[in-house]
């Protein structure tokens, strides 16, 4: 089955720098992967996601990467606010539908 | 809309006794529901995709006569977990799919935190 690996697990910026979460998956199939953030004691909230067919995107301080020969995607967060802090979790799916979660970064960031 | 409800949202139970978790799409219609469970601090583990009409089905090592699950209509899918122990003590959430979506994402219920004493 699908093995997806999260890294680092937790990570603290300062308010206005970068976040940078990383994710490996792997089973080559997998052609779709989500991020989801969850605030502590609610739902996971879909924040950004990436097919296969595409290496890139970005949605204004949010952006994925993804690298299907290295089978790894990225999470990019740029001039993270207060508000950003929650944990962070990455998937992979094949057409969406079983998700294989990586263990999640816990973000905090310092105002 | 791609809205999904729990209910309850938090039951706590004598050890033995059989919960049921309802997972229900409030404004579309779910084929497939997924079923997981999380531990403090943990990740979301997959435990079954449920279907609508037929039989779920179950990620290796989740025991499906422990964890029954029930799709019978294109609303609702229930998780009952029978005979339940304090080891069954956890997080469990839903989600579901919205096809009248174009994407791919899935959509999550609030969660039921069960705890057994």
């Known amino acids: 089955g699908e093995n997806v690996e999260q890294h680092p697990s937790t990570l603290s910026v300062q308010e206005g720098d970068s976040a940078v979460i990383k994710c490996t998956y792997s089973d080559s199939a997998s052609n779709y992967f989500p991020w989801y953030k969850q605030e502590l004691g609610k739902r996971p909230q879909l924040i950004i996601d990436i097919r296969s067919n595409v290496g890139e995107k970005k949605d204004q301080r949010i952006a994925v990467t993804l690298n299907k020969t290295a089978k790894h995607f990225s999470l990019h967060i740029t001039e993270t606010q207060p508000e950003d802090s929650a944990v962070y979790f990455c998937a992979a799916s094949l057409t969406g539908n079983q998700f294989y979660f990586g263990t999640g970064t816990s973000l905090t960031v310092i105002p | 809309g791609a809205v999904v409800s729990q209910h309850p949202s938090r039951v706590i139970c004598k050890s033995g006794t059989s919960v049921k978790i309802e997972c229900r799409s409030l404004d579309f219609q779910a084929t497939t529901m997924f079923w997981y469970r999380q531990f403090p601090k943990k990740s979301l583990m997959l435990m079954a995709t449920s279907n609508e009409g037929s039989k779920a089905t179950y990620e290796q090592g989740v025991e499906k006569d422990k964890f029954l699950i029930n799709h019978a209509s294109l609303t609702l899918s229930t998780l009952t977990v029978t005979s339940a122990h304090p080891e069954d003590s956890s997080f469990y959430i839903c989600?579901?799919?919205?096809?009248?979506?174009?994407?791919?994402?899935?959509?999550f219920g609030p969660g039921t935190r069960l705890t057994v004493l």
């Open positions: 989600s579901a799919k919205n096809p009248g979506l174009a994407g791919w994402g899935q959509f």
